[in-house]
C-alpha cells in the first residue's frame, strides 16, 4: 500500500498532466456563464467532462446539479468535494453575457475546474484504491442568490423550496450520506496572503417589499393618488435611521434596491418593489435587526397611507468553522503554496455563501487562493493566477482529501467525531419553514 505521501505526489502529478485540459474546461465556462438554476449548459459541460471518463453521473440534481460518487477501497466515510456552477451579474464586465448581464466574476469557473481537475486525477491513478472512504464530486447550481423574484416564482411552482443549490441539496438528501464537505474560492490578492484554510462569513435573510399606492394622473390630480414610491422612499430612510442601532461585532448589513418604481411617469406610482438583505455574523444579531427593518419599511408605508407587504424567503445561515479541518487543509497549504498561509482569511467576510447551510450539519470548509485582482463581483475582477486559483487549489484539496480517508479514514472519523452539528436535518428544514 502506499503512503500518504506518495499518494499525494501522486495526486499532484496527475493534475499537473491535464493542465492544458483543466485550464481550457475553465476558459469554456467563463466564456458561457449562466445565473443560478439556469446552468444548463455549464452543468452540461461538467457532466460530458465525467462522461468523457467512462463515469455515469445524475445529472438534474436541484434544476441543474451534477453528482458523481468515486467508490474508494472501503467506505467507511463519504467527503463530498464542490463547485458551484452559478455565473453572477455584473453588467458592465467586460466579459459579460451580451444577453443576460452573466460573468464569471466570483471565480466559480475557477472552482468547479478544480473539482474537474480532481476528477481527472482519480481516473488516471489508482488513488481510490488506498482510500477508506468515497469522494463524491458536486456541481452545485445557485450559490449566489441573485434573481430572487425569479426563484421565488419556481418555489411557488414547486420546482424548488430554497432559493440557493446547497440548501436544495439538503432538502432533497443529496448531504444524508455525506460526513464532510470540501470546497475552494478565488480571493482578492493582498500582502502577504496567497491562500487561506478559512474564513467566516455572514448570514442572512432575504426580503421581498411591495408598497401598494393609488393611482392617479400625476399633473393633473396626484392629490387623488397614494404615492407608493414616496413609501418606499421613507421607508428606505427609516432603514438608514436604523444603522447607528447596529453593533459593529454583529457585522449588520442591510443593501437594499428598487426593482420597480412605478409604471410610467404621468401616473402616481402605485406598485412599488423591493428587493433587501439583512445580513449578519449570528442568527440571533440576524433576526433582531430584520425586526427593525421590517418595522421602518412598514413605517414609510404608514406615512402616505399606502401599505406594505414584505414576504421573508430563506437567506442563508452563518458558516460555521471546523477548527480540526481549517488546521489540517494549513498543513496542506503550507506544502503546496508555501509559507503566506494564514489559518483564517484576513478579517471577517461580510459576504455569505450557502455552505454556512452545510457547515451547521457536518464539518465543511471552503479555503481560499488568491489569485484575483479587481473586486469580487465588480467589473474590475480579474483572475491573473490561474495556477493557484484552479491547479494548486485543486492539489489542496485532494491532499486534504487523501489525509481524510487514507487507510480506514481514520483522520476524517476523528474529525467527524469531534464536531457537534449545530442542527440536524430535521431541525435544519424546521427552522427555515417557519418562514411559510
Not at 167 to 173: D, S, V
Not at 331 to 342: P, Y
Amino acid at each position: 500500500m502506499k503512503t500518504k505521501e506518495e499518494l499525494k505526489k501522486m495526486a499532484c502529478a496527475a493534475i499537473d498532466a491535464r493542465r492544458s485540459d483543466i485550464l481550457a474546461f475553465a476558459d469554456s465556462v467563463a466564456a458561457e456563464p449562466e445565473l443560478g438554476f439556469k446552468e444548463v449548459k455549464t452543468a452540461g459541460k461538467f457532466a460530458s467532462l465525467l462522461r468523457s471518463l467512462g463515469r455515469e453521473p445524475r445529472t438534474g440534481v436541484a434544476q441543474t446539479g451534477v453528482i458523481d460518487a468515486f467508490k474508494g477501497a472501503k467506505s467507511e466515510l463519504r467527503v463530498a468535494v464542490m463547485g458551484e456552477l452559478d455565473a453572477i451579474l455584473v453588467a458592465d464586465h467586460p466579459d459579460a453575457d451580451k444577453l443576460t448581464g452573466a460573468v464569471h466574476a466570483c471565480g466559480h469557473n475557477a472552482q468547479l475546474a478544480s473539482v474537474a481537475a480532481i476528477a481527472y486525477a482519480l481516473h488516471d491513478t489508482d488513488l481510490m484504491e488506498h482510500l477508506g472512504g468515497d469522494i463524491v464530486l458536486m456541481g452545485v447550481p445557485a450559490e449566489e442568490n441573485v434573481e430572487i423574484t425569479y426563484r421565488n416564482r419556481l418555489r411557488a411552482e414547486g420546482k424548488l423550496w430554497f432559493l440557493s443549490g446547497k440548501q436544495e441539496f439538503i432538502r432533497l438528501g443529496e448531504f444524508d450520506d455525506i460526513d464532510i464537505s470540501v470546497m475552494q474560492h478565488s480571493a482578492v490578492a493582498a500582502p502577504g496572503f496567497r491562500a487561506g484554510a478559512s474564513s467566516e462569513c455572514n448570514g442572512f435573510t432575504v426580503k421581498l417589499i411591495n408598497y401598494k399606492g393609488k393611482a392617479a394622473h400625476a399633473g393633473a390630480a396626484p392629490f387623488d393618488g397614494v404615492n407608493a414610491l414616496n413609501a418606499a422612499m421613507l421607508g428606505l430612510m427609516a432603514v438608514h435611521a436604523q444603522r447607528e442601532t447596529f453593533r459593529d461585532e454583529d457585522h449588520i448589513r442591510v443593501h437594499p434596491i428598487i426593482t420597480k418604481g412605478g409604471d410610467i411617469v404621468n401616473i402616481v406610482p402605485a406598485d412599488v418593489r423591493l428587493e433587501s438583505y439583512v445580513r449578519g455574523s449570528n442568527t440571533e444579531a440576524i433576526l433582531r435587526a430584520s425586526e427593525k427593518v421590517n418595522r421602518a419599511f412598514r413605517s414609510g408605508a404608514d406615512a402616505v397611507g399606502a401599505e406594505c407587504e414584505i414576504i421573508e424567503l430563506p437567506g442563508y445561515l452563518p458558516v460555521v468553522q471546523c477548527p480540526a479541518l481549517n488546521e489540517l487543509m494549513v498543513e496542506q497549504l503550507r506544502t503546496l503554496v508555501g509559507g503566506e498561509v494564514l489559518n483564517d482569511c484576513p478579517g471577517f467576510g461580510g459576504g455569505s455563501t450557502d455552505l454556512g447551510d452545510v457547515s451547521h450539519l457536518m464539518p465543511a470548509i471552503q479555503s481560499f487562493f488568491a489569485g484575483v485582482e479587481g473586486g469580487l463581483h465588480t467589473k474590475d475582477f480579474c483572475m491573473k493566477d490561474k495556477e493557484l486559483t484552479i491547479l494548486t487549489a485543486a492539489k489542496a484539496m485532494l491532499c486534504l482529501v487523501i489525509e481524510l480517508l487514507y487507510g480506514d479514514a481514520e483522520k476524517g472519523r476523528e474529525i467527524k467525531a469531534g464536531f457537534k452539528p449545530v442542527l440536524t436535518k430535521e431541525e435544519y428544514l424546521r427552522e427555515w419553514g417557519r418562514l411559510e
